[in-house]
């Protein structure tokens, strides 16, 4: 085979491998300053957008519509279903708290790799051009 055939070829491996590496990495920042600007925007512009759409009781015991006469179902008294009902909401607010930093760890995490592989792969490119 001549080697110029195969030099050409290894050229545009290369080149691909590069363009498929800056494309991947450049996702890779995009996405990840979306997701944290949706946090940001939901944490301090849009508070509400946050809340889960569906509340419940804690327990079957507070549910109102449960008659005090249910043999299976003992009724508990108005303070107890509001001590769990806080507690229940407390415990839904330090879940929303700790998904918001699991998700900013990893949208910081990934542009850390992003921005140098991107970087250093497009620049690559860029010095290597080919006419």
Not at 7 to 24: M, P, T, W
Not at 44 to 64: G, I, L
Request: net charge neutral; glycine share 4%; proline share 4%.
């Amino acid at each position: 085979m001549d080697p110029t055939i195969l030099e050409g070829r290894l050229a545009i491996l290369k080149n691909f491998y590069f363009y498929v590496v800056s494309f991947v990495a450049l996702m890779m920042i995009v996405f990840s300053v979306a997701n944290m600007i949706d946090i940001v925007l939901k944490t301090y512009v849009f508070t509400k957008a946050d809340f889960n759409y569906y509340s419940y009781y804690p327990n079957p015991a507070c549910d109102p519509t449960i008659v005090a006469t249910d043999k299976n179902i003992e009724k508990l008294s108005q303070e107890e279903c509001d001590k769990m009902q806080s507690e229940m909401e407390k415990k839904q607010r330090d879940e929303r708290v700790g998904q918001k930093q699991r998700d900013l760890v990893r949208d910081i995490s990934f542009l850390v790799v992003g921005i140098p592989l991107f970087l250093l792969h497009w620049g690559y490119l860029r010095r290597n051009k080919a006419v």
